[in-house]
């Protein structure tokens, strides 16, 4: 076949896995999928799953209040952290929190141009961040203080690097070393006469990404520094980041699965060659750590990821904001689950072992 568009829906979806398409009734808002017989690894104990989709997130929680769907799922995100606590309390309703492997909240500097291209600005931006207010606002419950190395503690290799903590003479002392001070008085620091201003670039489909956005401009706003908020269309924070590359920061999260692609230890997104890198950072040394990497046994890239976790550390690319688990949450009539970082429950492993009470 050269021209699938000639093929009919039902004879062109292909795929793989413990379940086979059946039908998927776009009024309804369903898609179902049936046990695959021949699966080489066994055949899944529930025999049929219906995927049930939802405009909003609040009609999807009550769905699941009511005992109408058993389980609710959102990639690598899980239900949000404003229901946690009714979910917890209510009846027949089970919690489960995943040891995040994405970074949640991000800054991300672009290395490659000023100001970002300042290790000492990097680290007074790190230095001025109140992260306890970060957790507080916009953590779950099970959220925990990030750290210098970016790489979060459910990640293969994750060794541990100095705590960020909010350290506002320290900001002032990098941006004194880089000669940046108030010379005007208008409580913002310049060099040169030019005033120490980064603008951010945020999407507009992430309303939450603007919340730490305007926390961070407050706290910037302590040791001199004026962050602009810049929020575009998803279209054009793309083509912003990705093709034209002239964003000065972004605040966004990072995928679980983004933060394994290439070398792993967010690569993808901090080495300059690659189209998804915010940081656009092209330092040899970096470079050299990574082609480590790529060459590892598996034991061998366990002491390449310290390396790599401690260049973030003392170098300061990008933010982790916080680090968060993700709460994944269904029917108590339910056991078995495997969970693993990036997908939480919804993997091959838990299809094979679900069961119910």
């Not at 680290?123 to 419950?141: M, P």
Request: aromatic share 12%; net charge negative; proline share 3%.
């Amino acid at each position: 076949i050269t021209d699938y568009t000639t093929v009919a829906n039902e004879q062109a979806n292909i795929g793989c896995g413990p379940y086979k398409f059946v039908r998927f009734d776009a009024d309804a808002g369903v898609v179902e999928f049936a046990a695959y017989e021949a699966y080489p690894d066994g055949v899944p104990v529930a025999k049929t799953v219906m995927l049930k989709l939802f405009d909003n997130a609040d009609t999807m929680y009550m769905a699941l209040k009511a005992g109408d769907v058993d389980m609710v799922y959102s990639y690598a995100g899980g239900v949000a952290t404003s229901v946690i606590e009714d979910l917890s309390a209510a009846k027949g309703i089970a919690l489960m929190p995943v040891k995040d492997t994405s970074n949640t909240a991000t800054f991300i500097f672009n290395n490659n141009m000023a100001p970002g291209n300042d290790e000492n600005v990097r680290k007074a931006v790190a230095a001025a961040i109140d992260y306890t207010k970060c957790r507080e606002l916009f953590g779950s419950s099970y959220s925990v203080a990030s750290a210098a190395g970016f790489i979060p503690p459910g990640t293969y290799g994750y060794v541990e690097t100095p705590v960020l903590e909010r350290d506002l003479t320290a900001a002032k002392d990098y941006l004194s070393v880089s000669g940046y001070s108030d010379t005007d008085g208008d409580g913002y620091v310049d060099k040169d006469g030019q005033k120490l201003s980064i603008t951010v670039t945020l999407r507009s489909d992430k309303p939450e990404h603007a919340r730490y956005a305007e926390l961070l401009r407050n706290n910037l706003k302590d040791v001199g520094i004026d962050l602009i908020l810049d929020v575009q269309e998803t279209a054009v924070f793309r083509e912003i980041t990705e093709r034209q590359r002239t964003q000065q920061a972004v605040i966004t999260k990072l995928t679980a699965y983004g933060m394994g692609m290439n070398q792993g230890l967010a690569s993808l997104y901090i080495w300059g060659e690659n189209r998804m890198s915010y940081g656009q950072v092209y330092d040899e040394d970096y470079k050299a750590l990574l082609d480590k990497a790529d060459a590892a046994s598996m034991d061998e890239y366990k002491t390449v990821a310290v390396e790599i976790q401690q260049y973030y550390a003392d170098h300061m690319p990008a933010i982790a904001l916080f680090w968060d688990s993700y709460v994944q949450a269904y029917s108590d009539r339910l056991e078995g689950f495997v969970v693993d970082g990036t997908f939480g429950y919804m993997n091959v492993q838990s299809w094979m072992n679900l069961i119910e009470k």
